[in-house]
């Protein structure tokens, strides 16, 4: 049957896009309850500062990002890319905060002060470029965490600053930008000089304002130009069914570019089958209720359906059906999942 072909090629893991695999592994099992992005103006870039391993298990137990990439070139999907992954936490754009709302996050796995290899660029490069087509976004409105994020006014700082962390750092420099073919940066911190924020971080402020470069030796010297960052034109809006910036749409309105990612949303159709992994739960259009915690049982989270045979119990990728758990096995962190109404 054709649509069974059609479902199995959905639910593959790997789809090929212009260039890039988008590895679905790690797709996050909170997907279905974030809301979808109103506008999309920045891509921030991440470093995650830790292996492959704990990075793609984190991000996606937690939802943190929308792409991870890792040393090899994988690209792996953790949020659907029309949705709110949180990425930026506490942070501010020219005046505008919580960038999450208006931004599409990449996790690279590495380290902010480290050359990743040329493989994994080179997925980034693609990567962002497909995005800057798909929302209208230029070289200067891809930026790294540390450019975005603030910290509020703690023990040692008394002001909001700028300097909160330095992820994402090498992003800035011009050889990485280069390398990435992004021409152009921001040429000051807006927010800093709105004297919205402080700099706290001069060392920071430096590598991403001036030309301090030490990835050199890696990339070789690259260049880029400065943008006044609030003249900056946002992101251009893709009509429905339209067709701006070379990017092909269907009639639907959905975008050609990004394979695998068109239908990205679960089938509506339900298997006969038990739900046994969390894909096959998103699949089948289940969404998750509640996470148990210390206050929060199941009869709270589910009420009367708690033990039903159509609640699901997801724990460490095992998923057990509400009429075969064993109320000593409940976990903290065990998250509840019912069909949606
Ligand atoms: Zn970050």
């Known amino acids: ?145 540390s450019q975005v994020a603030y910290g509020s006014p703690n023990k040692w700082h008394k002001c909001k600053h700028r300097g909160r962390k330095r992820c994402g750092m090498l992003f800035a420099m011009p050889s990485v930008r280069s390398y990435l073919n992004l021409k152009t940066r921001p040429l000051f911190d807006p927010d800093v000089r709105a004297k919205r924020l402080v700099v706290k971080d001069a060392y920071l402020n430096k590598v991403l304002y001036t030309s301090v470069d030490t990835m050199v030796a890696s990339y070789g010297k690259g260049r880029v130009k400065g943008v006044d960052p609030t003249k900056s034109r946002a992101g251009v809006k893709i009509e429905k069914g339209g067709k701006k910036n070379g990017v092909k749409e269907n009639a639907k309105g959905k975008t050609v570019g990004i394979k695998g990612e068109i239908n990205s949303r679960p089938p509506t159709k339900a298997f006969n089958k038990v739900p046994q992994t969390i894909s096959d739960l998103n699949a089948q259009g289940y969404v998750v209720l509640g996470t148990i915690t210390k206050k929060k049982m199941p009869l709270s989270i589910a009420g009367k359906n708690w033990k039903a045979s159509d609640t699901y119990y997801l724990y460490k990728g095992k998923v057990t059906p509400g009429n075969l758990i064993d109320p000593k096995n409940v976990k903290e962190g065990m998250t509840i999942w019912r069909k949606k109404k």
């Open 1 to 145: 049957m054709r649509w069974f072909a059609f479902l199995i090629a959905l639910l593959c893991s790997a789809s090929a896009f212009a260039g890039v695999s988008v590895n679905k592994r790690y797709r996050s099992a909170l997907n279905p309850d974030r809301p979808v992005r109103k506008s999309t103006e920045l891509i921030v870039l991440h470093t995650t500062e830790a292996p492959a391993k704990s990075s793609l298990r984190h991000t996606s137990e937690r939802g943190l990002c929308h792409y991870c990439v890792v040393e090899d070139g994988t690209v792996y999907q953790i949020i659907d890319r029309h949705r709110v992954a949180f990425h930026a936490g506490c942070s501010m754009w020219n005046a505008k905060e919580e960038v999450d709302e208006f931004s599409v996050g990449i996790e690279c796995v590495g380290y902010h002060n480290k050359a990743m290899p040329k493989k994994q660029l080179d997925a980034i490069r693609v990567l962002v470029e497909e995005l800057q087509k798909i929302y209208g976004i230029p070289d200067d409105r891809v930026v790294t965490h």
